[in-house]
């Protein structure tokens, strides 16, 4: 299995493919500017506190304030206020917290009141980006992520990933960790740290302590609703998280990202640095991967099966739901009974519908209406085949076996929005009113440009991006239209097919890479 990322720089931000054997499995969109990413650490205000919720609100600068639940505020949050009253008054003078002396335990069950109050300040960590009206979730048990480790300050709990099945691989990782972790630090060791040396854990776990001395440093002068820690960039993130023996390709069509990119790789996957590549081919790294392509086809309200059947996802304000359908692959089983057709249709839906529940990143109750099946075996298998194909899942999730219905219920944690592509499109000829000039004309439109922009002002180094349809009626055949174009300016102009725009479509581009603006 082949794994290989891809980075498009746009002007409002970055877009990033993730593709398994050339499928597309997830799709991510950093706009430029964003804050309150998952893993930022900030100095909070407390706004409000809510008994009835057992929760408090509280201001770290986005323009509702985050939520914060007694349940998140873990055990040593006495201490951890302790340790932001010391920095602030500089009766802290280390980042260290060996000699610290922690503060009591709060109660499980107890209640907000009698932690926080209104105006006071904490050091509080995103879980959860703010989604539709509500602000970003909060938590005060905070945690700096490494590519082997999880840092965990005031604890002092070794934990291991229950991926990591060998017993004596645990304990050799346990007794590594407890003869280097700094006092009054815990760690959370992930799966990739499985086979690897003392001196790699021992390099993850220092930059992770020179991170939080980073923030302390910040700490001391920071003012309410500062950034303390910031989460690294969602290109890093997936890099640390992913990065393994099966990928083998990074392709990026931005100078600064691939330097980026290729520094951050160096530092803890030398042997990987070579599968960074710079794309500079004509067409856009998406349209040349056919990412554009995927992206139109798999965002829609109904996704295609390559057998003929169909799924048809709706998305409610409480849950999502999918609907499976047989479609044409039902005529297509003529041999088969009703109920093979149903199972091999409801077994397909399953190896899709994980991968649509990734690439949109659907999280919340998703309620799954598969054909209808009467042998309990096959709803067995079915609910067995669902758990196998969402193995993949970075994020927490729970699938409950098929109802006496036919349905089956999934919970998948959700900690940021969903991503949502549009595939409905304004007609590019009638602009929605639902009246058109003929269609045909495109084709004189083109050469009454060309002939104003290279035959009168006498432009050099034109290109002309259009749709596919309009690009094969132009290059197909010995003497094309491009060719006649040659002779009659005497100039080659360049024409480049482009998915993303419609059947009418095109554009002028100049040798600098500049848009001809055309009336």
Partial sequence: MSNELLISSTQKGDRIALLQNKQLIEYHVEEN????????IYLGVVRKVSKGLNAAFVDIGHEKDAFLHYQDLGPNIRSLNKFLKNSQSNKAATHKLNGFKYEPEIEKLGNMTQVLSKGQQVLVQVIKEPISTKGPRLSCELSLAGRYIVLVPFSDAISISKKITSKEERQRLSRLMQSIKPDNFGVIIRTVAEGKDVAELDKDLSNLVQKWEE???????????????????????????????????????????????????????????????????KAKLFEAAGIEKQLKTLFGKSVSLPSGGYLIIEHTEALHVIDVNSGSSANKA?????????????????????????????????????????????KRLIYE????????????????????????????????????????ETCPTCNGTGKISASILVADLIEQNIEFIVGKQNEKGLTVR????????YTKGFFSRQVQWLFRYHTWIKVVEDTSLGVTDFKFINKQGEQIEIS
């Fill in 33 to 40: 500017g964003n804050t309150f990413t998952v893993g930022d």
């Fill in 215 to 281: 923030g302390f440093g910040l700490l001391r002068t920071a003012r309410p609703r500062d950034k303390v820690i910031g989460e690294m960039n969602r290109v890093s993130s997936m890099l640390r998280d992913l990065l393994n023996e099966s990928f083998d390709g990074v392709s990026v069509d931005s100078k600064e990202i691939y330097d980026e990119v290729k520094n951050y790789i160096r530092n803890f996957a030398p042997d990987k640095e070579k599968i960074v590549r710079l794309h500079t081919g």
């Fill in 334 to 378: 003529e041999a088969e009974d009703q109920e093979t057709t149903a199972f091999n249709a409801n077994k397909e839906a399953a190896r899709e519908i994980a991968r649509q529940l990734r690439l949109r990143d659907m999280g919340g109750i998703i309620v799954i209406d598969f054909i209808d099946m009467k042998k309990a075996e096959n």
């Fill in 385 to 424: 085949q669902m758990k196998t194909e969402m193995q993949g899942e970075r994020s927490k999730f729970t699938v409950l076996p098929l109802s006496k219905f036919g349905l089956m219920q999934i919970t998948r944690q959700r900690v940021r929005p969903e991503m949502n592509v549009i595939t409905l």
């Fill in 466 to 473: 259009m749709h596919p349809f309009l690009y094969s009626y």
